[in-house]
């Protein structure tokens, strides 16, 4: 998932995956700080991401996705 958001996001400061099933793979929390998100509310933020690992989620039980702009 990640080399999917770096691809997606090339000029990200951050991109973080977090398992956080316990182990099985089925919950994750995605962090993502890029300048790509600048002039976009939160709900397309989220939609970004979710379009992009479109092929991942479907095999998720969850996801929790946090995204923001780089601070100047």
Do not use: W
């Not at 790509?36 to 479907?58: C, D, M, P, S």
């Amino acid at each position: 998932m990640i080399s999917i958001l770096r691809n997606r996001f090339p000029q990200a400061q951050l991109i973080e995956v977090t398992d956080v099933s316990g182990g099985c793979g089925a919950m994750f929390d995605i962090n993502v700080v890029a300048p790509e998100f600048k002039g976009l509310n939160t709900v397309k933020q989220h939609r970004i991401i979710n379009e992009a690992l479109k092929e991942e989620i479907k095999d998720m039980h969850g996801l929790r996705i946090r995204t923001s702009i780089p601070q100047s």
